[in-house]
């Protein structure tokens, strides 16, 4: 075990530390859980959650050091969201999940069966640009860029018996049965292919005091996407004799004739822009400037664009035209300031100051998930399911959308910086530096849960999910404050997150003596927002969330990576060995570091 190996020694954060131990858990004939190895990396819970399985059934619970993995309301296994799919045991690097041995069945009796995957990856750049001098202060110069990403994966082999589409020209899908896996990849075929054209004309003229640069830039992206999420099929038998048998437990795959996840995304974006450096007086210098960043509405190019208009009553999706309802980026106007003043003009004093807009726009890999998954793509979950054909029968599957993007953002998300320093020469050479340095992010995309569980109230306040309050993942069962009977859970990032940031840093540099070079840098920061998660397809994994849909603000508190105190320092000594090349030249230095630990939860 780990623990083992590099000598951990968990005892010396005290008794408290070891409350998240618990008995080993043996409550399904597949799987065995023994937390008491668990070391909280959390890759059976993004396993379970969007990396893989997207079924949600392995999740955090607790706080601090009563954090431990369980099931949704810690429920056992068999009566969890689990579909035995066993990625959250191929991916245990402590053994704290393994399987169970089929009773009476020898180890090498029946051998996994896992078809080739093929890969191909061919990117192509190419860039073509032209400066001209078209007068002693006019510079010009115009460039054309064009590049390729593609990305493809597919299965390469066929078997009939795994064809559980007949006519609708799917991949093979697979078979789970008593830890064994038959089949090919659930995730394939895939492609990604990006074509990016770029054109921009930038220049540069000098007028008197005024230096002033401008241009402009006009890309256009062709983005084009195939993910088959479980489009093949996926059958789960809890033993090997049920396979046998031919009575499985689960199937989670595409609806019939709604396996179509191709997307080719297409837009346009345009960015003008002006910048003047002007020597205002010969101890004052102003930095002024305006961007402007512009996308047009995204479209889709066969027009297989489907969305939640109004999720209280909507029973499906709505054929939309455009990605978003309406475009967030018409208002990006991004002005920059700056400055920089030599007070006494002896150029040992100098104070700068700055402050400039700053746009994260909402590009393909935000909307994509939304569109990607949705009509006329539909993956269902139907328990006992009829085999070898599935979803002959019972009730089509609550539609259910897990780390989307809302289809009307409204805003495009932005930061706001702003800093002002100090600097001066000081006596023997030190230079010492003084700045604030702050920000605000406004128009942050957070997941937020558009169709939440009906509260209960827990410890004296309303909590949507369990003992902890948002701890119920994204398609959780339970009744809902929507009255619409169509639909389930709608996990939606939208523009209503913030953050703000304020520092103190002192900067110090200098020789200290003849052969001693010393710096040192101290910040004293904060930093709060009300999420620090990521969000789509990019790291979150669907385990965070807003807690409280109606009150963002119940999550407000330092941000989950502020470091309230950061010291950095360093010197370097020239020695004073002096004679031959061999013992010339010599320096010795020495890097210190330290920093406050993040804030956790209790």
Excluded at 133 to 145: D, G, P, R
Excluded at 483 to 493: T, V, Y
Aim: include cysteine; proline fraction near 7%.
């Amino acid at each position: 075990a780990y623990i083992e190996r590099y000598d951990a020694r968990p005892d010396r954060f005290g008794p408290d530390s070891l409350t998240v131990a618990q008995a080993v858990k043996v409550d399904n004939e597949l799987y065995v859980r023994d937390y008491s190895k668990c070391i909280l990396c959390y890759k059976c819970v993004e396993a379970c959650g969007v990396d893989h399985q997207n079924t949600f059934a392995i999740t955090v619970a607790g706080r601090g050091f009563g954090a431990h993995i369980s099931t949704e309301l810690d429920v056992p296994l068999p009566e969890s969201a689990c579909v035995y799919c066993g990625n959250c045991v191929a991916v245990c690097p402590t053994g704290a999940l393994y399987e169970k041995k089929a009773a009476g069945v020898p180890e090498r009796a029946l051998e996994q069966v896992r078809e080739a995957v093929l890969q191909t990856l061919r990117e192509k750049y190419a860039t073509i640009g032209d400066k001209m001098v078209l007068s002693s202060t006019l510079v010009n110069q115009a460039t054309f860029s064009f590049v390729r990403t593609p990305l493809q994966a597919f299965t390469t082999a066929s078997h009939p018996a795994l064809n559980f589409f007949p006519g609708e020209n799917r991949q093979d899908g697979t078979i789970m049965a008593g830890g064994l896996f038959i089949g090919g990849s659930s995730f394939t075929p895939n492609l990604s292919v990006q074509n990016g054209f770029a054109a921009s004309d930038d220049a540069t003229w000098v007028r008197g005091r005024h230096s002033i640069q401008f241009g402009l830039t006009v890309r256009r992206l062709q983005d084009n996407h195939y993910d088959s999420f479980f489009s093949n099929g996926s059958y789960t038998f809890p033993t090997l004799q049920t396979f046998l048998e031919g009575q499985p437990a689960i199937f989670i795959g595409a609806l019939p004739d709604r396996a179509n996840s191709y997307r080719g995304f297409r837009e346009t974006d345009i960015t003008p822009y002006i910048q003047d450096d002007w020597k205002a007086t010969r101890r004052l210098t102003l930095n002024l400037g305006l961007r402007y960043e512009f996308v047009t509405n995204p479209t889709e190019v066969k027009g297989l664009l489907y969305a939640f208009v109004n999720p209280t009553q909507d029973p499906d999706f709505t054929h939309v035209s455009n990605v978003f309802q309406t475009n967030p980026t018409t208002k990006n106007f991004a002005p920059r300031l700056g400055l920089a003043w030599d007070p006494f003009d002896d150029h040992k004093t100098v104070f700068r100051a700055g402050a400039g807009i700053f746009y994260d726009l909402i590009t393909v890999r935000n909307y994509m998930p939304a569109f990607l998954f949705a009509g006329p793509y539909q993956v269902g979950l139907q328990i006992q399911p009829s085999f070898p054909v599935p979803f002959q029968g019972g009730a089509i599957p609550l539609i259910i959308i897990g780390e989307a993007m809302t289809y009307n953002p409204e805003h495009t998300p932005y930061v706001a910086q702003y800093n002002f320093n100090v600097q001066r020469e000081l006596p023997g050479g030190i230079v010492l530096s003084v700045a604030y340095v702050g920000s605000r992010g406004e128009n942050l995309l957070v997941p937020q849960e558009n169709n939440p569980i009906v509260p209960t109230m827990v410890g004296g306040r309303l909590s949507y999910g369990g003992p902890d309050p948002g701890s119920t993942p994204p398609g959780t069962a339970g009744p809902r404050e929507n009255p619409n009977p169509f639909i389930g859970s709608l996990l939606f990032s939208k523009t209503t997150g913030w953050s703000a940031y304020h520092a103190l840093q002192v900067y110090a540099h200098g020789d200290i003596a003849r052969r001693l070079r010393l710096q040192l840098s101290y910040t004293y920061s904060h930093c709060i927002d009300i999420f620090s998660e990521s969000y789509g397809l990019e790291g979150n994994q669907g385990l965070y969330q807003i807690e409280d849909p109606h009150n963002p603000l119940y999550d407000k508190g330092s941000c989950n990576f502020d470091l309230r105190h950061v010291f950095t320092g360093n010197f370097v000594w020239r020695l004073p060995f002096k004679g031959n090349p061999f013992v010339t030249g010599w320096d010795a230095s020495l890097i210190a570091s330290a920093h406050t630990g993040v804030p956790f939860s209790v």
